[in-house]
Structures are given as C-alpha cells and as structure tokens.
C-alpha cells in the first residue's frame, strides 16, 4: 500500500510539472487568475515552492473540498485530489514564504496532518555548479 502511495505520489508529481509547462506556455493566450494576496502568496524573490500532501478521512472528504471550493477556482485548481480512487489525500505544488505560510493555505481540518516538502527547480547549469562545489 506504501509503495502504491509513493508510486501514485511520483505520478502527480510528473502531472503538476507538465502541466505547468503548459501552463506556463499558454500564459499570452489566456488571461491569467489572480488570487488574492489574503489567500495565496505571490511569486517572489523569496517565495519556495513546496509539494502539498494533504489527507483527510474518507468523512472529511466533501467538507474539505467545500473549503477549497469557498475560495476560489483559482485556489482549487492549483489542487489534485486521489479522492475519487480511495486515496483521501490533496496534492498541490504552493507558492509561499515559507512551511509555515503554506500551512496556512490549507483547510484547517487538514493542516495538522499535512505534509509539506520545500522543491526546487533545477537547471542544467545550476547541476553542472553543484558538481563544482559552487
């Protein structure tokens, strides 16, 4: 079952990466959704980008979503859920100063068992400087 979890995490991570991209490349043709400073950070100098996963009880599950769904298309969308195939859990990549910060972006039913992983980005340069002791 941990195997399952990690293999259907690997997934969703490769998912979130090409569909940013898309994303990303699609950014002049559609117009872009802003999300309230209150709810979501903007991207800054200092904003990390952390891997959200959240679970929540089988229970929780439409009282979370409802939360989610309060704030926004916007703030929804940045989610995927494993909801519908038994795995209760939210995955997300998010915007923000810190854990803590990212934390709070979450419903409070689910931040406590949320688990929150700071990613990077990394190009063929900045490889090529780790190898060099840069």
Known sequence: MKAMKILMTMILVAGFMMSNGSARSSKSSAKRMEIPETKMS???ATTNTYLVTAPHTKEQCMAVMDDMKSKGD?????????????DHTSYAFLEAASEDAARKMLPK???ANAKIEKVDVFTAKKIEDLHNGM
């Open 109 to 111: 039913d689910v931040q």
């Open 74 to 86: 916007a703030y929804l969308s940045k989610f995927k859920f494993g909801c519908m195939s038994g």
């Open 42 to 44: 903007k991207t800054t």
